[in-house]
């Protein structure tokens, strides 16, 4: 069983406090060692930086007044830093001179206070340096304790897609509370996000089916109305917008990079519904188009492709915004571009020509990096390495996005101007339980969904759909079944069932029902300058 808590050190955390005027200080230095601190004191520069020097890492912050003579304390402070590069410094001044802050704050120092000074001021600037950590893994942890019960009575309550996205966002948060806490609640999380993908799976199979109503005003947005929604509007209206469609992208991962783009944008932020299957071919073809899958291969037979074609499933995105700009009687006036970005030279090269996208009226940009990372997370043992988890999904994307060319493209963006629409087709979810399927040689590979005419199933733990026209899906036989995955279950052939269960068990996977796949990131990013 995982701690609760992270223990303490063993030892009385260690301060060395240096100033000129140290007697004078002598009822903080005894307030400090009343809280239980080690505290040893230096009246100059050059005394602090041989008690470094000598404890090394013994010392665990030091005080440091700015005004002292000999060295000062900007001196001292550089010094400390040359040989503790790690140590925090807490720096204590008279003076509010806004150079003196820029060189201490330049120099890496945790805290910067202005005298006078009191003790309890001095011990939260401690608490927060020395402390925050066990405190927020503590208050995190007391907290989700605390929610747990209401969270689950949410869970078994609700009755909408409304309250099942406001559950999602719930732990959602909770989990990046605890990502970086050493407590077993990270556990109890995770089996009550297993707890709601169930009853969310049960909800989804009740209730699906009436979400695709086009007369029903009170439908959830859905794939096929993003574009007639979102963007329509705002073109309509003058605007030129930015659409940015990232595969694969949780809300989770929306989360990571999000503080990455608070210098440029603000964010109006919401969640929209994948329609199913939440795979490329279905959502990502509906969005770009408006139109139910079904109603693509009626109206646009050469624009749709077939499970089993060898032809890529997202190659006609480009035709397909334009037949929905002329079924808006919009292609005569908005001039759009599509860019789909593979991989960074193909982000280098558009941000190289990025100002010929300032004549369209509308720019769409598919980024499938997230995509091709779930891939390689299954196909590559280093790969599976480095996103064992989801803390280390989101990770990873967090890290790509920083150090790749994306940053500087919505950097690029934000200076134009133009608001941006950021989204996705679908999320992922980590599968974890096979579940056995027979089909013939025609059914699909997907992991999450298949299709074909002679399935077979348990069909208590699948979602069923034998009449697909009525859930707007291509039939390519009149006894064509699909059937979805939900939680975190994924399909299995009996040959060589072990192999198979080894291989993609703990792999992310996409095209079932999960709060992780059908609820994802919807965000109107409106630029700060």
């Given at each position: 069983?995982?701690?609760?808590?992270?223990?303490?050190?063993?030892?009385?955390?260690?301060?060395?406090?240096?100033?000129?005027?140290?007697?004078?200080?002598?009822?903080?230095?005894?307030?400090?060692?009343?809280?239980?601190?080690d505290v040893t004191t230096a009246n100059n520069g050059r005394d602090a930086l041989a008690?470094?020097?000598?404890?090394?890492?013994?010392?665990?912050?030091?005080?440091?007044?700015?005004?002292?003579?000999?060295?000062?304390?900007?001196?001292?402070l550089s010094r400390i830093k040359e040989i503790a590069p790690l140590l925090p410094v807490i720096m204590i001044t008279k003076s509010e001179e806004e150079n003196i802050m820029d060189q201490a704050v330049g120099n890496k120092i945790a805290d910067y206070l202005i005298k006078p000074v009191n003790p309890s001021q001095i011990l939260l600037s401690i608490k927060k340096i020395l402390h925050s950590g066990d405190l927020i893994s503590r208050q995190t942890t007391d907290s989700y304790r605390q929610q747990f019960p209401e969270i689950s009575d949410a869970i078994n309550c609700a009755a909408s897609l409304a309250d099942w996205t406001e559950i999602y966002r719930r732990l959602t948060r909770r989990e990046l509370e605890l990502a970086d806490s050493a407590t077993d609640m990270i556990e109890m999380l995770q089996l009550q996000k297993n707890d709601a993908n169930s009853e969310f799976f049960k909800h989804v199979r009740r209730n699906y089916e009436s979400w695709l109503d086009p007369d029903d005003p009170d439908a959830p947005l859905m794939s096929?109305?993003?574009?007639?929604?979102?963007?329509?509007?705002?073109?309509?209206?003058g605007e030129k917008p930015f659409l940015v469609v990232i595969d694969n992208f949780r809300l989770d991962q929306w989360e990571a990079v999000k503080p990455l783009l608070a210098d440029f944008f603000s964010f109006d932020e919401s969640l929209y519904c994948?329609?199913?299957?939440?795979?490329?071919?279905?959502?990502?073809?509906?969005?770009f188009s408006g139109l139910m899958p079904v109603e693509i291969e009626r109206l646009f037979p050469d624009l749709w492709v077939d499970e089993d074609s060898e032809e890529g499933k997202n190659l006609n995105e480009s035709p397909l915004i334009e037949s929905l700009l002329k079924r808006f009687r919009l292609d005569s006036s908005v001039r759009f571009t599509y860019n789909k970005l593979n991989d960074t030279p193909a982000c280098e090269t558009l941000i190289r020509n990025f100002n010929s996208l300032l004549d369209a009226d509308l720019n769409v940009i598919v980024i499938n990096f997230i995509d091709m990372l779930s891939h390689a997370r299954t196909e590559s043992r280093m790969i599976r390495e480095l996103a064992s988890s989801n803390a280390a999904y989101r990770s990873l994307t967090e890290s790509w996005f920083r150090h790749s060319a994306a940053i500087e493209l919505f950097r690029r963006m934000a200076l134009t101007g133009r608001r941006v629409i950021l989204t996705t087709d679908h999320g992922t979810i980590r599968v974890e339980n096979p579940v056995k399927v027979v089909g013939d040689r025609n059914t699909n590979t997907a992991l999450r969904y298949k299709l074909g005419k002679t399935l077979s199933y348990p069909a208590r733990q699948v979602y069923e759909v034998r009449d697909p026209r009525r859930f707007g899906l291509?039939?390519?036989?009149?006894?064509?079944?699909?059937?979805?995955?939900?939680?975190?279950?994924?399909?299995?052939?009996?040959?060589?069932?072990?192999?198979?269960?080894?291989?993609?068990?703990?792999?992310?996977?996409?095209?079932?029902?999960?709060?992780?796949e059908m609820l994802v990131p919807l965000i109107s990013l409106s630029p700060k300058s």
């Open positions: 069983m995982a701690r609760l808590y992270v223990d303490m050190p063993q030892r009385p955390l260690h301060i060395l406090w240096a100033d000129d005027e140290i007697e004078l200080l002598k009822p903080h230095i005894l307030f400090l060692r009343g809280k239980g601190y008690v470094v020097s000598d404890a090394g890492a013994d010392i665990d912050l030091v005080i440091l007044d700015e005004n002292m003579p000999g060295l000062t304390g900007l001196e001292t096929h109305r993003i574009m007639r929604d979102r963007v329509i509007p705002l073109l309509r209206s994948s329609i199913l299957p939440t795979a490329t071919q279905y959502a990502r073809n509906a969005l291509p039939a390519p036989n009149l006894s064509t079944t699909y059937i979805m995955a939900g939680n975190r279950d994924f399909f299995a052939y009996p040959n060589n069932y072990n192999y198979y269960v080894q291989y993609y068990t703990g792999t992310f996977q996409h095209g079932g029902i999960s709060l992780e």
